[in-house]
């Protein structure tokens, strides 16, 4: 899919029309190296770029937030596109040279609710079905994992992590096997075990958690040396209970009250269990909920205020990734405790339960009491009674413990099975890898006179899991040396996945390309682009760029001071 155009607009007006062609899209920023320093910077190219990826299913909050609308409060940028209800429609085409090519069409709003527009191809998509759409037409694959947002995450380097890192391109929460999986899809193989195996991994974690926090109370040798004991000390009781000798009208009365007692033994294992798993939950509840992040607003504020001086490009807050991270705790928190309601309706059923026996239970002893002295075979059932309880808590506590490792039995086993099938296709892995770094290091090589390579490593033992890595024959890289080398294994990516029949974007959105020396931006802009079937499009500051490029010739869009992005009055 190629990029056909973007339009900024309403009902009524249209704000920008900006059409791509094939090869090199240039979004120029006119502003005077002189000037800039006063106006902050702040004329809307590197917005361009977060808009596309709007489209494609962002939360746009980087579209208030950036730094370049300085001369505008948040608000005042927000308000101009919710007030003016602004839409953004972007249009894909399969092949720019074909007139009749498949075209989506996906057009989003900044509204909310009833008035929110979230559309591809003139349908109104929820947001969870909106990426899978996506995905579907885009990638034609309707798996879950890697997920549409994922698996575009190279296409849009608008974001440090993003600008910085050739194949780290997730947020910083991404597990190995969500790695993974995107490595594995962009080379073409894509596994229908995926997201079965992201969820064995986290259910792992999940039940080692809660075997640490069974080992807290006893270890499982512990409790089955205790029921070893208890069933001793019951047989001892029993035994002695066995060896009263009464009347035969106290025999009946007698034989009601052991039943009671029995039923009373049955309500108080059960209580216990049920305490038991509660308190087991509330306790997770609670060390997640002592994970949740709290700081000092003024204090994060000076933090980034500093930060922002010498880090120019810091584009995430701290409170962005504090509020990230609260968000997955209390999805957790919501999600374990879930099971408390169910639990403690239990709980109050089987007081209430025991409550009534108790009462039967003291009517009849009183019944007994009168009939003639039983203190002593009172005090032995009591015991016995006592000790059916921790009986009953200890054989929970076991229970617990087998059925936690029964599951990670089990789910190991599945993993292995898993694993055993990725191992499988190890050889397509190696051939896929080959034949990609066949134009990465080609590509890499024209631009530093060097070969990169990517690779993927063992397997981590722990995890079980393929990593990849681009290694370089000179060790580090500068900032400048490392974009050139995110730009090759881009532009590579296109070429190799048209040579292998793998569907994929054909446009690449890179932000801050001037870091790259002089002769290697020429080298991309002026020859390997225009080899590879693909669109670059490149938000630049003009006095940047070097001489030798026509900048009119590749020119989508020109902001300047005075004809910023939204031209908001």
Not at 21 to 44: F, P, Y
Not at 150 to 172: C, F, G, M, P, W
Not at 449 to 459: N, P, T
Not at 505 to 510: E, K, M, P, W
Request: hydrophobic content about 35%; aromatic content about 6%.
């Amino acid at each position: 899919m190629f990029l056909k155009k973007l339009t900024i607009h309403n009902e009524s007006t249209i704000i920008r029309d900006i059409p791509f062609h094939k090869g090199l899209n240039l979004i120029v920023d006119e502003t005077q190296t002189s000037d800039r320093k006063e106006s902050g910077n702040s004329v809307g190219k590197t917005t361009v770029l977060r808009l596309i990826d709007y489209c494609f299913g962002s939360s746009g909050s980087n579209i208030y937030k950036d730094p370049e609308f300085k001369g505008k409060t948040n608000s005042q940028v927000e308000e101009f596109l919710k007030k003016n209800n602004i839409i953004i429609s972007m249009t894909l085409k399969e092949d720019l040279e074909l007139t009749d090519s498949l075209e989506i069409e996906i057009r989003r709003n900044f509204l909310s609710k009833k008035e929110k527009i979230f559309e591809i191809n003139g349908e109104q998509q929820t947001i969870e079905n909106f990426p899978k759409k996506l995905k579907e037409l885009i990638f034609k694959s309707p798996l879950a994992k890697p997920t549409f947002r994922q698996i575009i995450a190279k296409n849009i380097r608008d974001e440090k992590n993003r600008i910085t890192n050739t194949l780290k391109v997730l947020n910083s929460f991404a597990t190995k096997e969500e790695y993974e999986s995107l490595f594995l899809f962009w080379l073409g193989i894509e596994l229908d075990t995926n997201e079965r195996k992201q969820q064995l991994v986290r259910d792992q974690k999940t039940e080692n958690n809660l075997l640490q926090r069974l080992k807290k109370e006893a270890s499982l040798s512990q409790i089955e040396q205790s029921l070893i004991v208890i069933n001793r000390t019951i047989e001892e009781l029993t035994l002695r209970k066995n060896s009263f000798v009464v009347n035969e009208s106290y025999e009946e009365d007698l034989e009601e009250l052991n039943k009671i007692k029995l039923q009373i033994n049955e309500r108080s294992t059960a209580i216990s269990s049920l305490v038991l798993r509660r308190d087991l939950i509330l306790e997770s509840k609670t060390e997640l909920e002592n994970e949740v992040s709290s700081v000092d607003d003024q204090q994060i504020k000076s933090l980034y205020q500093e930060a922002k001086v010498l880090i120019p490009e810091l584009q995430k807050t701290f409170e962005d990734t504090i509020r990230f991270h609260n968000q997955m705790i209390l999805h957790k928190v919501e999600y374990i405790a879930k099971e408390i309601p169910d639990l403690e309706e239990k709980l109050a059923e089987r007081k209430r339960e025991m409550s009534e026996l108790l009462v039967l239970e003291k009517k009849l002893a009183q019944k007994l009491k009168k009939a003639g002295a039983v203190e002593e075979l009172q005090k032995v059932v009591s015991d016995l009674n006592n000790t059916f309880e921790k009986k009953g808590s200890l054989e929970e506590q076991k229970r617990l413990w087998e059925l936690s490792i029964e599951k990670l039995d089990n789910i190991e086993k599945e993993l292995n099975k898993i694993n055993a099938g990725i191992d499988s296709k190890d050889d397509q892995i190696q051939k896929r890898i080959a034949e990609f770094n066949k134009y990465f290091s080609e590509l890499s090589n024209r631009l530093y006179g060097e070969q990169f390579v990517l690779s993927s490593d063992d397997k981590d033992k722990d995890k079980n899991v393929y990593e990849f890595k681009v290694s370089s024959l000179s060790g580090n890289l500068g900032t400048g040396k490392k974009k050139g080398q995110i730009a090759a294994f881009d532009l590579a990516y296109i070429q190799f996945a048209d040579a292998e029949g793998i569907e994929c974007l054909h446009f690449v959105l890179q932000d801050q390309i001037e870091n790259i020396h002089d002769n290697q931006i020429s080298s991309i802009l002026t020859e390997i682009v225009a080899e590879v079937n693909c669109q670059y499009i490149l938000p630049v500051l003009k006095d940047k760029l070097p001489v030798e490029i026509d900048i009119d010739q590749y020119q989508v869009l020109s902001l300047s001071q005075s004809d910023k992005l939204f031209r908001i009055p």
